[in-house]
């Protein structure tokens, strides 16, 4: 009470002094209130909504939905401001159309050009398995070009019954649909999907054994069996599989092995091949040494 009762008391001089102090101090600060910069207005609005926004998110548990309605409120701030994207040119897309370019990249008809997240975009476009690379240029105040590089299609890979389309790296870009691509190489098993691109390679060094090839199945993850069109197996060795083909080529240019009336050939021992007969050739040669062995007999009695 006595506290109270001295600061009552004050001099009328000290609270004079008191109030000057005060009046200067609110003149001091007050030009630089007048000399804010332009658009602190638009910002602190924003940041207005955007806390309020964000901050109801919380209260209520709807955090992906609030920051949702942030990025709406920002871009439509933006877009007035005169980043809107009015214009998107588009290069490399040839399996890919352009509404799907569009949608993985996040741009919409409400997107800003000032704060779409190229790279975020670039991720989103890379991610989807036809499209190797991807490069996004903003060119303000309102053009965007994105650029993508395509991976093709390179061959078929049959894995537990299913067909798949699969590029040069391996990558499986789309399950084998329709006859679109049905005319590419076929690679069958574990593995061949990484492994068709060196192999094919060989194949094309050997046209003549190439274009008689249905399929090529990769065995165990290390070496190659190919099945012929008119149903023939090869078996090719783990080493050096082109050596063997090139001695195929001469076997059949010589004797047109290929043409035979066999159901395999085994090639995987360096120093033989082994022929297995079809199942009516065998039959056929069978009949055929009963018939000599009957003659054989005749003559003898």
């Known amino acids: 009470m006595d506290d109270w009762k001295g600061y009552q008391t004050q001099p009328r001089g000290h609270r004079s002094r008191l109030r000057l102090l005060v009046r200067s101090s609110f003149e001091a600060i007050h030009p630089v209130l007048l000399r804010v910069p332009r658009g602190t207005g638009v910002a602190a609005t924003i940041a207005i909504i955007g806390g309020s926004i964000v901050f109801g998110a919380v209260r209520g548990d709807h955090v992906q939905e609030g920051l949702a309605q942030f990025h709406q409120a920002r871009d439509a ?97 789309q399950d084998l649909a329709d006859d679109t691509n049905s005319k590419l190489p076929l690679v069958v098993g574990r593995g061949a999907d990484k492994q068709a691109s060196d192999f094919i390679a060989l194949l094309n060094r050997h046209p003549l054994i190439r274009d008689q090839v249905r399929a090529s199945i990769l065995v165990a993850d290390r070496r190659w069996n190919l099945k012929l069109n008119n149903g023939l197996d090869i078996r090719l060795p783990e080493r050096d599989p082109s050596s063997a083909l090139e001695k195929l080529v001469s076997l059949d240019r010589d004797k047109k092995l290929l043409s035979r009336d066999i159901a395999a050939i085994d090639m995987r021992l360096p120093d033989r091949i082994t022929v297995q007969l079809s199942e009516q050739a065998a039959q056929a040669r069978e009949e055929a040494q009963k018939d000599r062995k009957v003659k054989k007999k005749g003559g003898d009695a």
Do not use: M
Not at 85 to 91: F, N
Not at 121 to 132: D, G
């Open 77 to 173: 701030f933006a877009n007035a401001a005169g980043f809107c994207i009015a214009d998107v040119t588009l290069s490399g897309q040839k399996e890919i159309a352009r509404a799907q370019i569009l949608s993985l990249a996040g741009v919409s008809a409400t997107s800003s050009l000032l704060f779409l997240d190229a790279e975020a975009a670039r991720e989103r476009l890379k991610a989807n398995p036809w499209i190797a690379e991807a490069t996004i240029l903003k060119l303000y105040p309102d053009r965007l070009h994105i650029s993508i590089v395509e991976r093709a299609p390179f061959a078929l890979w049959q894995k537990d019954g299913q067909i798949s389309v699969i590029a040069p790296d391996g990558t499986v870009v």
